[in-house]
């Protein structure tokens, strides 16, 4: 059998067919396939290169190269990926392939805004220590107040008065309120006080519904109106009050 014919005939062939199987045999043939190969090797190192030539022609030049060369190592499959060692290192890219204009070189943390006011990391929210720590505003509030009233009885412009107006009666509306919170607190305040009183006594408690509570609430208003003479001038602004909505609640 001649050169042409073992190539042919050898394990070559095979390969060439059937690279994508795996067979029950297939370290016997890993093992058989080095000495095959040495032996066409041998044979063809000293063959004339015009024998070559023909045999080239005649086999095709892939299982040529496969008997000279033995088989070809398969490429890796996919592309490279690259990887970065560290996350705060710049990443490896390959040399062969354009670096795009927009890239991330190192990766910087997204800077997070923070309002105090929403934050728990500021502390919880505490209205009667909040009034005490700022209890100084209410002194600067009376004292432009003051300022605004001078000002209302030196002032001759029309507009700038209306003005001056507008700011002393919404400083008596926040003043007023303010007012009408801390007598809410404190009558909150004394119905606890009676409620822990009787718990400590070993009587059962009784707990007042907030209409019963809001009753008890223009008594006390009502006492204070009562004492102060502004009783009267309270009701008739209340009339007109509750008769302006009357109005708007009938038809047209």
Not at 22 to 45: C, H, R, V, W, Y
Not at 84 to 107: D, H, L, Q, T, Y
Not at 129 to 143: C, N, V
Request: aromatic share 6%.
């Amino acid at each position: 059998m001649d050169v042409h014919d073992k190539i042919a005939t050898s394990e070559i062939v095979p390969w060439r067919e059937n690279s994508g199987k795996q067979g029950e045999n297939e370290d016997e043939e890993q093992e058989e396939e080095p000495e095959e190969l040495a032996a066409i090797k041998e044979e063809l190192s000293h063959m004339p290169f015009e024998e070559l030539q023909k045999l080239k022609e005649r086999l095709g030049s892939k299982l040529y190269k496969k008997a000279l060369h033995g088989k070809a190592k398969k490429k890796e499959n996919g592309k490279k990926k690259f990887k970065r060692e560290n996350k705060n290192r710049p990443m490896e890219m390959s040399a062969k392939k354009p670096v795009g204009r927009f890239r991330e070189i190192v990766s910087v943390k997204k800077k997070i805004n923070r309002d105090p006011r929403f934050d728990d990391l500021s502390g919880e929210y505490s209205q009667t220590i909040f009034h005490q720590t700022y209890s100084f505003l209410d002194d600067l509030k009376s004292r432009e107040k003051n300022k605004l009233l001078k000002q209302l009885k030196k002032e001759k412009d029309n507009d700038r008065k209306q003005q001056l107006h507008y700011l002393i009666n919404r400083m008596n509306q926040q003043e007023r309120s303010a007012e009408q919170k801390k007598s809410e607190k404190q009558f909150q305040k004394e119905i606890r006080k009676k409620e822990y009183e009787e718990i400590k006594q070993g009587k059962k408690p009784f707990y007042l519904r907030k209409s019963e509570q809001k009753q008890l609430q223009l008594a006390d208003k009502f006492k204070e109106l009562k004492k102060s003479g502004n009783l009267e001038k309270y009701l008739s602004k209340k009339r007109k009050k509750n008769a302006s909505k009357d109005r708007k609640k009938l038809p047209i």
